[in-house]
């Protein structure tokens, strides 16, 4: 789990400075230019590439002779899975962040997704910053790729040498509980927390999809959790992913949070999408904000079910109205309150 310092420094000097929502910002994040998505598409590509690099080798960082036995290493530790999903949301999450000023924390609840958040602080400068010997050249593409999962080198989860990293990654099922923590009395605050399908089959993270029913919509902030359905724990099948769509729906609808879904494998047009959904739930979130009156938690599901791909089930909190209706005050969006969790 981690956030770039620097990017979270950069993130509340520019919130201090807007903090409106202006449907002309919507407007711009929903709809991106093509040199835009172009941009966030090259960043998303070069992190694939160094996350597959940290995994797999050796030597040849730049691929500069054809591809060969002796460039791989020996022994891999470490799985690609969730690691273009976590990448492409980053992505996202930093182009918003960008436009916006946005406060907000990414959590990544799969750990083992850590080769994505070292690639995404090597392309940022903190990785440099921090360890001077991994430069940005061939010399120090090496030494990121080696050092990875090796003996006197880096774990293989996010972990505390990880640039901005507050948590150690490992044992999966605890995001949710990070972002809910994160938010409460930090009422300006967005924490976005990727959530791996396989993950979301622990104990831990299947209860606390009900941490949205303790968020006070006036003293706290919102929870953005993106659900990754790519339809893989490892190389075994997932059971969300193995639902019906509108079974998947139905149950995160239940626990409280609107859904939002993006679904499919194309690119360019995965960016463009998921670039609206990403915006129609921050906007949700920023609108139950400004107006505080209603319980903080919208939520945004990226995936892949079977072959259809990535699907993107984002959801924003519609907890509160009633408690809008009791303050005299009609939120922009509103969420479906519950009584006693406006009364903490
Ligand atoms: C509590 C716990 N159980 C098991 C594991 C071992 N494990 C590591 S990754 C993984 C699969 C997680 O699935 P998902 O979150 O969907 O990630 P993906 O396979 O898609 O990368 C498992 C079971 C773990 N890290 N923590
Ligand atoms: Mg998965």
């Given at each position: 789990m981690?956030?770039s310092?620097?990017?979270q420094?950069?993130?509340?000097k520019?919130?201090r ?8 910002v919507?407007n ?6 093509d040199?835009?998505?172009a ?13 597959v690099?940290?995994i797999?080798?050796?030597?040849n960082p730049?691929l500069r002779?054809?591809?060969?036995g002796?460039h791989?290493k020996p022994r891999l530790?470490?799985h690609w899975?969730?690691?273009p999903?976590?990448?492409?949301v ?5 182009r ?11 959590l990544?609840?799969p ?5 994505t ?8 400068g903190?990785?440099?910053e921090?360890y001077p010997?991994?430069t940005l050249?061939e010399v120090?593409?090496?030494?990121l ?7 006197g080198g880096i774990?293989s989860?996010?972990s505390?040498?990880t640039p901005?990293?507050?948590?150690e990654g490992?044992?999966l099922?605890y995001?949710l509980?990070h972002?809910?923590?994160?938010v ?6 967005i924490?976005l927390a990727?959530v ?12 606390s999809?009900?941490g949205?029913?303790?968020?006070n919509p ?6 953005l959790?993106v659900l990754h359905?790519?339809?893989a ?9 193995r639902?019906?769509?509108?079974e998947?729906r139905?149950?995160l ?11 499919g494998?194309?690119?360019?047009g ?5 670039a ?5 739930a921050w ?6 904000q400004?107006a505080?009156t209603t319980a ?12 259809a791909g990535?699907?993107?089930?984002p959801?924003a909190a519609?907890q509160g109205?009633?408690a ?9 969006v509103g969420a479906r ?6 009364r903490?």
């Amino acid at each position: 789990m981690l956030v770039s310092a620097r990017h979270q420094a950069q993130t509340w000097k520019a919130a201090r400075r807007r903090r409106t929502v202006t449907a002309d910002v919507v407007n711009r994040l929903a709809r991106p230019t093509d040199a835009d998505i172009a941009a966030v598409d090259a960043w998303w590509r070069a992190n694939n590439y160094l996350t597959v690099g940290q995994i797999y080798l050796m030597a040849n960082p730049l691929l500069r002779e054809p591809l060969a036995g002796e460039h791989i290493k020996p022994r891999l530790l470490g799985h690609w899975g969730t690691s273009p999903g976590l990448a492409l949301v980053y992505a996202h999450a930093s182009r918003l962040i960008r436009h916006t000023g946005a406060q907000m924390i990414y959590l990544a609840g799969p750990g083992h997704g850590g080769p994505t958040l070292v690639a995404a602080g090597y392309l940022e400068g903190a990785y440099t910053e921090i360890y001077p010997n991994i430069t940005l050249d061939e010399v120090g593409l090496l030494r990121l790729f080696r050092q990875f999962s090796a003996p006197g080198g880096i774990p293989s989860h996010a972990s505390v040498p990880t640039p901005g990293s507050i948590h150690e990654g490992g044992e999966l099922g605890y995001v949710l509980l990070h972002a809910f923590g994160a938010v409460m009395d930090n009422p300006d605050f967005i924490a976005l927390a990727v959530v791996g399908d396989g993950e979301a089959e622990t104990g831990p993270l299947a209860g606390s999809w009900n941490g949205i029913s303790f968020l006070n919509p006036v003293r706290d902030g919102a929870v953005l959790p993106v659900l990754h359905l790519n339809g893989a724990k490892i190389a075994g099948p997932t059971l969300l992913a193995r639902k019906d769509r509108d079974e998947v729906r139905s149950l995160l609808t239940g626990h409280g949070y609107e859904v939002i879904e993006v679904d499919g494998d194309d690119l360019p047009g995965m960016h463009y999408r998921f670039a609206d959904a990403l915006t129609r739930a921050w906007a949700s979130i920023k609108a139950i904000q400004a107006a505080r009156t209603t319980a903080g938690g919208a939520g945004l599901v990226t995936g892949r079910l079977g072959r259809a791909g990535m699907r993107a089930l984002p959801k924003a909190a519609d907890q509160g109205r009633q408690a809008a209706r009791r303050n005299g005050v009609v939120p922009t969006v509103g969420a479906r309150a519950k009584g006693s969790c406006l009364r903490r």
